[in-house]
């Protein structure tokens, strides 16, 4: 089992930076890939970045790769989110997300965390 919780979220303006970290427990984090979701209010369910095992292989949603970078770090369990250039299309609850490679890039996952809201205003 792995315990996924979020946080980082926030209210900022178009064009900002905002970071958003996992922290993930239980004993076999390393052997999952790791992946970011996002939910906007009337929406389904979106894949934003998923990275492998080891953090290599970093792949990302047309809609914000050259923007968001995902960093993964085994050591201490947890896996970022670094956001820049937000837009306001980028509003939604965004989940940190853990399954095999296959899942995550196609939008699913053995363990979810509960979310944590990012607004971005024009």
């Known amino acids: 089992q792995v315990l996924l919780v979020e946080s980082g979220g926030g209210l900022v303006q178009a064009g900002s930076s905002l970071s958003l970290s996992c922290a993930a427990s239980?004993?076999?984090?390393?052997?999952?890939?790791m992946g970011w979701f996002r939910q906007a209010p009337g929406k389904e369910r979106e894949f934003v970045a998923a990275?492998?095992?080891?953090?290599?292989?970093?792949h990302y949603a047309g809609s914000v790769k050259g923007r968001f970078t995902i960093l993964r770090d085994n050591a201490n369990k947890t896996v970022n989110l670094l956001m820049t250039e937000l837009k306001p299309e980028d509003t939604a609850v965004y989940y940190c997300a853990a399954g095999s490679w296959d899942q995550i890039v196609g939008g699913r996952a053995d363990y979810r965390g509960q979310g944590t809201q990012v607004t971005v205003s024009s």
């Open positions: 239980g004993p076999r984090f390393s052997t999952y890939s």
């Open positions: 990275v492998n095992w080891s953090g290599g292989l970093p």
